[in-house]
C-alpha cells in the first residue's frame, strides 16, 4: 500500500550572498525610515510596530541602485522558482511590480495575509537580531479539514497545519501570493530589517 502526497506547496529558499550588498540596503532602508514621511504617517495610523515604505514608495529601484541590482537578482530568484513549481507564464516571465522595506521594532508582528493581484511573493531578511519572530506559513486547506484530527508532534513539515521559518541576514522566501502567512512577533531587543516584494 501507497500513501502519495499530492498538491504540493513549494517554498523556495535562497541565500544573497554579497555582504555589501545586505550592508547598503540596509542603510538605505534606515535612511527611509528617517525620511519618508508619508511612509512613517501610515506606519503609525495603521499601528504598524516600526516604519514600512509599503504605502509610501513604489519606485525604490529606480531611486537607489543598491534597489536596482536587488531587483535584478530578485528577478532571476522569481524565473527560477517559477520553472521549479511548474507555473506557466505562457511568453511572459514572472515580472517585478512592487517592493516595500520593513523596520519591524521589538514586540511588532503581522498577522494572517495573501498578497492580491500578484503571483509570487517573497522577503529578503537584512538584519535580524537574536530573537526575531519567525515566518509561518498556513496550510492553505485548513479551512476544510473539518473533523480532521490535529498532527501528530512529529509530522514531517509537509504534513503540518503551520510551518514557521527562522529568518536570517540575507535569507530569501519565495512562495505563491495566495498562501497565507504572519510574521510572529519579535521577539528581539532590536529592529529586524526586511524587504518584501510581489511579481505579477
Known sequence: MTATPLFATPLWQADLADAALLAD???SVRSLAADDRAGVAWSREHAYRGYTSYASLNDLPRRDPAFADLARWL???ARQFAAAAHLDYGA???RLDSLWVNILKPGGSHSGHIHPHSSISGTLYLEVPP???AIRFEDPRLPLLMHSPPRSADAPEAARNFVH???RSGLLLLWESWLRHEVM?????ADRLSISFNFG
Request: a positive charge.
Open 25 to 27: 540596503l540596509a542603510h
Open 75 to 77: 528577478t532571476a530568484q
Open 92 to 94: 511572459k516571465k514572472p
Open 131 to 133: 530573537g526575531a519572530g
Open 165 to 167: 521559518v527562522s529568518p
Open 185 to 189: 512577533p519579535n521577539g528581539a531587543k
